[in-house]
């Protein structure tokens, strides 16, 4: 457990044409690119920020909570988003809450017992130069062998707005709760995501914190797992004609607990300053390329603490490489996403590791 908390703890283009997680994992970092449909779920307001379409994600359905996040990785999910005069509506389905699974996995939780599959329903409106709009979250699942039952639900609200030179965002996390068996029970506490952005002309300013935490309770020993992350970023853009370039640092700060009664308390923590640089660019009528180089400078540190040990790593984190492309055919666009890291070799595992489709109409 400790290990995978470790891995855990590391871990210009037309507005309407580009709308994906393999877009959106092909320049992670940038948050001066055109608006995409993955921001709707960290601000709803962006929803104004796109044309009307369809949006599908292409993936294998997940069977486990995973060390990693799920913000852009490959799983199936898919929505639909269409303008009424100034107002504007959305339903998904799929999308996976990452804080929320990363403190379920922190306390040992698995999805071979109950999985879910969110939906999402978006609704928002613009009022002269600001743009709202406001999400609401909710699942439910349950599975039943003879007499034993398992059941997963929850649900959260995400409120947002933005102007020319401003945005913000606060996405609450109202309910969670997942029942095992008679003895294994997880409950969520409430849960919160905070941020916001302002325009400096051609610098962005940005930063963020979040907060997840539950108890599991096995028999009658309780597990509590906690994660918090914040961070605070500045970057520059470089617009032309058809491209968008990019470069910034971020100050990122993420912490890990899992904490059990009658045994040693498990700390991860990470403090990093990462310095990106990217582009994104129409090299095509039909064709767009992406891509990103990270790298962490200055402050790169992971800390690992159980019971009295304590393990400490400064400066070993590796660069990481991502790269994609869209392919456009009138009203369609298909993105897909390669990543190379540590070493710099791209193995088949990293190449085309997510794909994306979206209908523009």
Same mark, same amino acid.
């Given at each position: 457990m400790t290990k995978a908390l470790l891995i855990a703890a590391l871990a210009l283009v037309s507005t309407n044409a580009f709308a994906s $997680? %393999?877009?959106k994992a092909a320049i992670s970092n940038s948050v001066t690119a055109a608006t995409d449909v993955q921001d709707v779920w960290s601000n709803a307001a962006k929803i104004h920020g796109f044309g009307d379409l369809? +949006?599908?994600e292409f993936g294998a359905t997940p069977t486990d909570i995973t060390a990693g996040t799920w913000e852009n990785q490959a799983i199936p999910e898919g929505g639909i988003f269409k303008s009424q005069g100034d107002s504007k509506w959305g339903f998904y389905v799929g999308h996976r809450s990452t804080a929320l699974d990363l403190a379920k996995y922190v306390t040992g939780?698995?999805?071979t017992t109950t999985a879910y599959t969110p939906m999402a329903f978006f609704y928002g409106k613009k009022s002269g130069d600001m743009s709202w709009a406001a999400g609401f979250s909710y699942y439910s699942a $349950? $599975? +039943?062998v003879g007499t034993a039952e398992t059941k997963?639900?929850?649900m959260g609200l995400r409120l947002g707005a933005t102007t020319d030179k401003w945005e913000a965002y606060a996405n609450l996390g109202l309910s969670a709760k997942e029942t095992v068996s008679t003895t294994d029970e997880f409950k969520?506490? %409430? @849960?919160?995501?905070?941020g916001g952005q302002y325009d400096l002309g051609d610098m962005l300013v940005y930063l963020e914190t979040l907060s997840a935490s539950g108890t599991r +309770?096995? @028999?009658s020993t309780d597990v509590k797992g906690t994660f918090t992350q914040t961070y605070v970023g500045l970057e520059r853009k470089l617009k032309s004609e058809g491209s968008h370039v990019f470069y910034g640092a971020k100050y990122y700060m993420s912490k890990l607990n899992n904490d059990q009664t009658g045994a040693s308390e498990t700390v991860v923590e990470s403090t990093t300053l990462p310095l990106y640089f990217g582009f994104e660019a129409d090299v095509a009528s039909w064709l767009a390329f992406r891509g990103e180089v990270s790298k962490a400078f200055f402050v790169? +540190? %992971?800390k690992n603490k159980t019971g009295g040990t304590e393990t400490k790593n400064e400066g070993m984190g590796g660069a990481t490489v991502s790269f994609g492309s869209s392919f456009k055919f009138a009203k369609s666009t298909l993105d897909w996403k390669a990543s190379w890291a540590g070493n710099g070799n791209l193995t088949a595992a990293g190449f085309g590791t997510n794909a994306s489709y979206t209908y523009n109409f």
């Open positions: $997680k %393999a877009r369809m +949006t599908f939780m698995t999805l $349950k $599975k +039943t997963n639900d929850g969520g506490n %409430a @849960s919160f995501q905070i +309770t096995v @028999s790169d +540190t %992971a």
